[in-house]
T-cell receptor, first 113, second 115 residues
């Protein structure tokens, strides 16, 4: 069955520390891959996306993600977390342009001073 | 650019009552989606429109949910009657097929509480 897995329900990091959020997918072919962030009471904001080409993609707010085909993973990273990064992060896949998104269950990030 | 506009932002209703949500997509975006996000979960697709045609409504609970997109612009999602389990955030998104998923944008959502 097709699925997107975010194994970490909740992560707590100190401000200034590095961050890595995990995402694994299970599909027959390489889908389009996305990371979204959702602040409380807000909609989803796109952080970055991967369609093809360079497997390391840069996004907004200093985030980056690396696609690893062999591991079916698309992990999100940030070298130094800011308090304003506290939010819910969703990994999503889409099989082709215009098709629906399949979301993971999300990872809640807490940033402590 | 206003983005995807949804209203209302919040709605509290008693069970068995009807409720409607409205979405105005980004101008020129032909594809419109309604997603439901349950607490602690990722969004799940309810229905997808290409212009005024519902091209994927396989996950829409048709016994109580309905949607329309007259004239292929704004859209309304309705629940009648609402049940306690319908409490969730209802998200609208739109995309321009010419840009594909480069132009996929979500609205801020409507948070529904059924009591």
């Amino acid at each position: 069955a097709q699925s997107v897995t975010q194994p970490d329900i909740h992560i707590t990091v100190s401000e200034g520390a590095s961050l890595e959020l995990r995402c694994n997918y299970s599909y027959g072919a390489t889908p389009y891959l996305f990371w979204y962030v959702q602040s409380p009471g807000q909609g989803l904001q796109l952080l970055l996306k991967y369609f093809s080409g360079d497997t390391l993609v840069q996004g907004i707010k200093g985030f980056e993600a690396e696609f690893k085909r062999s591991q079916s993973s698309f992990n999100l990273r940030k070298p130094s977390v800011h308090w304003s990064d506290a939010a819910e992060y969703f990994c999503a896949v889409c099989l082709y342009t215009g098709n629906q998104f399949y979301f993971g269950t999300g990872t809640s990030l807490t940033v402590i001073p | 650019e206003a983005g995807v506009v949804q209203s209302p932002r919040y709605k509290i209703i008693e069970k068995k009552q009807p409720v409607a949500f409205w979405c105005n997509p980004i101008s020129g975006h032909n594809t419109l989606y309604w997603y439901r996000q349950n607490l602690g979960q990722g969004p799940e697709l309810l229905i997808r429109y290409e212009n005024e045609e519902a091209v994927d409504d396989s996950q829409l609970p048709k016994d109580r949910f309905s949607a329309e997109r007259l004239k292929g612009v704004d859209s309304t999602l309705k629940i009648q009657p609402a049940e306690l389990g319908d409490s969730a955030v209802y998200l609208c998104a739109s995309s321009d097929p010419g840009q594909g998923n480069y132009g996929y944008t979500f609205g801020s959502g409507t948070r529904l509480t059924v009591v």
